[in-house]
């Protein structure tokens, strides 16, 4: 079991440990974010492709799993405010956290968010859109920095734009964006985040919803395999993300459809340089499919438990704090 730490993250959430798992858009990884919850973090739900019915069956299962907080994760551009409400009402009830990014930040939708009663979350790139969603009266920031794999909000590092955020904002700040050790989790705290947000550290956990070939490239990447680009924009144009650079070779050799794979309770084709991650039950050229990672991945050796990674992480980042790895241990920032 992870270390308990107390830090403005932990006693919004009521979580053991400072870890955010970033939600996935494309599934709704249910097994993944019961894994983190039960482990100590916050686990996150893709909600964009999932209807009311789906979103409350997966809140079902994760309560019969842990009893840990679980957040929900929408994309705003793919959030339709009239036909999605429900879904909205549905998160706001059953989860702890709301989270919206890749839109501006808006009063009305946090005011939805906490109408629930859930606590209302804005990932965002830079300072100045921090600063407009702490006005919007969201309860914490997650700052990303252009380190982070997945589609990318931001344009300049996590460190710098952590250190300026931490000076300007009252609300707790999540660093996120290459995260991937102990070591940079620390990191991260000493400098006075809340917590820290891992996506591409899960791709690689055995509970993920994504290709066991994906999760291997993952493994077997270094760092510097990774490309901040916009070539992977089917689907979604005007949206740059950073991907392995094995696959935008592997994508430009290919034919105009790279495979099938689920999408929601939908079967689709892939089309070459469509923005979908390959999940699970994908068929195809894999390589060829927009295989996310951040420029933490070189740290990624093996695909292991997600409480394992939550564990290990914390214990290494609390040795390195010097907070301890006893049970009641609690970190001295934020």
Do not use: K
Not at 68 to 85: I, K, S, T
């Amino acid at each position: 079991m992870a270390a308990v730490w107390e830090t403005s993250f932990t006693r919004l959430l009521g979580c053991r440990v400072p870890i955010q798992q970033a939600g996935f858009g494309s599934s709704l990884n249910v097994e993944l974010a019961a894994a983190v919850s039960g482990a100590g973090g916050l686990g996150m739900l893709g909600g964009a492709l999932a209807d009311e019915a789906a979103l409350s069956a997966a809140c079902d299962e994760v309560e019969r799993r842990t009893d840990g907080p679980v957040g929900v994760n929408y994309v705003e551009p793919f959030f339709d405010r009239d036909a999605h409400r429900g879904r909205l009402e549905v998160a706001a009830a059953r989860c702890a956290v709301v989270e919206f990014f890749f839109g501006e930040p808006d009063p009305a939708l946090v005011a939805a968010i906490h109408a629930g009663p859930a606590l209302a979350a804005w990932q965002v790139g830079s300072v100045d859109e921090a600063l407009r969603a702490e006005a919007a009266g969201v309860d914490l920031v997650v700052l990303q920095g252009i380190e982070a794999g997945g589609h990318v909000r931001a344009t300049a590092g996590l460190w710098p734009l952590l250190a300026e955020a931490l000076e300007v904002l009252a609300v707790p700040v999540v660093a996120a964006g290459g995260i991937a050790t102990g070591r940079t989790m620390a990191a991260a705290l000493a400098a006075g985040a809340a917590a820290v947000r891992l996506g591409t550290r899960f791709v690689a956990s055995r509970e993920a919803d994504f290709h066991r070939d994906y999760q291997a490239l993952l493994v077997a990447a270094e760092a510097g395999d990774t490309v901040y680009t916009d070539r992977f924009r089917e689907f979604w144009p005007d949206a740059p993300h950073r991907v392995l650079r094995r696959s935008i070779v592997a994508a430009e050799a290919a034919g105009p459809v790279v495979g099938t794979m689920s999408a929601g309770p939908e079967r689709i084709e892939v089309p070459r340089f469509a923005g979908f991650a390959p999940v699970a039950d994908a068929e195809g050229e894999v390589e060829a499919m927009a295989c996310f990672a951040g420029e933490g991945v070189g740290a990624i050796d093996a695909v292991r438990p997600a409480a394992e990674i939550v564990a290990d992480l914390s214990a290494e980042a609390a040795a390195l704090l010097g907070a301890g790895a006893a049970a009641a241990g609690r970190h001295p920032q934020s």
